[in-house]
């Protein structure tokens, strides 16, 4: 299956430094429900890249989606018009890209 993009228009990122992601990503990154996970947050170009995590080592995901961003990848979805981003999942990889525009 090709990647999926999602231009959701509501989707940005608090000026905390927290973004939420909805149900599709979720189910991309092999969430189960009502539980929280652990993500590898890298970059690539100009996005942020998600992978699912097994260690301790990183970012912690909620159960209901919400994580916090730190250092150069929040940096660069702060530097996008009004904090906003698009979503481009890849289920067969497993990853999830933040795109700020």
């Known amino acids: 299956m090709p990647t999926m993009t999602i231009k959701n228009r509501s989707s940005k990122i608090s000026p905390g ?3 939420t992601l909805p149900l599709s ?5 092999r969430m189960e429900p009502g539980k929280g996970t652990r993500v590898a947050v890298t970059m690539m170009k100009d996005c942020v890249v998600l992978r699912p995590d097994s260690s301790k080592s990183g970012s912690r995901v909620s159960p209901k989606g919400q994580m916090e961003l730190l250092g150069e990848p929040r940096a660069v979805l702060e530097k996008a018009s009004h904090r906003h981003y698009w979503l481009e999942l ?6 999830v890209r933040l795109l700020p525009y």
């Open 17 to 19: 430094g927290v973004v």
């Open 25 to 29: 990503a979720r189910k991309t990154l």
């Open 90 to 95: 890849d289920d067969e990889q497993q990853i």
